[in-house]
T-cell receptor, first 114, second 111 residues
Framework: NAGVTQTPKFRILKIGQSMTLQCTQD?????MYWYRQDPGMGLKLIYY???????DKGEVPNGYNVSRSTTEDFPLRLELAAPSQTSVYFC?????????????FGSGTRLTVV | LAKTTQPISMDSYEGQEVNITCSHN???????ITWYQQFPSQGPRFIIQ???TKVTNEVASLFIPADRKSSTLSLPRVSLSDTAVYYC????????????FGGGTRLMVKP
């Protein structure tokens, strides 16, 4: 059981480039999330999805886009990368949040924008 | 969302019991208290969750007083591998609720 898988693990982007961070879960969870974590800080919610075809903004959505075409996949798209987007990105998933608050996190993608 | 306050850092020694207290003065009736653990270069990991009184699992215990305005995560006999950041979160028991992470408590366990 792989849980939540994120690719790539590391990436260096130049300013203005774009990329997609991949996230896949095999637990049939309805809820999926994208967080970013800046050095020494807590996690901030970028976007979330409560099921296939449904997405919504979190605390810091600017500069990002998401889609949820299947239950398993929740890719995060960065358009026109900026140095402020240098961070570690975590994808997470959960079953019904009000029954079980245990989120399963991926191992993260470390992104540097230069 | 209920705001949480917890110590920025704590030091301990191997074999000691560690108690990390979190205050959440404006917790609502339907809110649960949840703790996560994060090791360097890894995503957070769910440790324990509770609503009131005491909850215990194989990793930790969670103590919640009757007024629920604070909670204490207790780690028995810590080892070096318990060095991590511990996050206290208050989670609304309702559809669409999302986890909001603060800065957490950096626990350093020394030999």
């Amino acid at each position: 059981n792989a849980g939540v898988t994120q690719t790539p693990k590391f990436r260096i982007l130049k300013i203005g480039q774009s990329m997609t961070l991949q996230c896949t879960q095999d637990m049939n969870h309805n809820y999926m999330y994208w967080y970013r974590q800046d050095p020494g800080m807590g996690l901030k919610l970028i976007y979330y999805s409560v099921g296939a075809g449904i997405t919504d903004k979190g605390e810091v959505p600017n500069g990002y886009n998401v889609s949820r075409s299947t239950t398993e996949d929740f890719p995060l798209r960065l358009e026109l990368a900026a140095p402020s987007q240098t961070s570690v990105y975590f994808c997470a998933s959960s079953s019904d949040p009000w029954q079980n608050y245990g989120y399963t996190f991926g191992s993260g993608t470390r992104l540097t924008v230069v | 969302l209920a705001k949480t306050t917890q110590p920025i850092s704590m030091d301990s020694y191997e074999g000691q019991e560690v108690n990390i207290t979190c205050s959440h003065n404006n917790i609502a009736t339907n809110d649960y208290i949840t703790w996560y653990q994060q090791f360097p270069s890894q995503g957070p990991r769910f440790i324990i969750q509770g609503y009131k009184t005491k909850v215990t699992n194989e990793v930790a215990s969670l103590f919640i007083p009757a007024d629920r305005k604070s909670s204490t995560l207790s780690l028995p006999r810590v080892s070096l591998s318990d060095t991590a950041v511990y996050y206290c979160l208050v989670v609304l028991n309702n559809a669409g609720n999302m986890l909001t992470f603060g800065g957490g408590t950096r626990l350093m366990v020394k030999p």
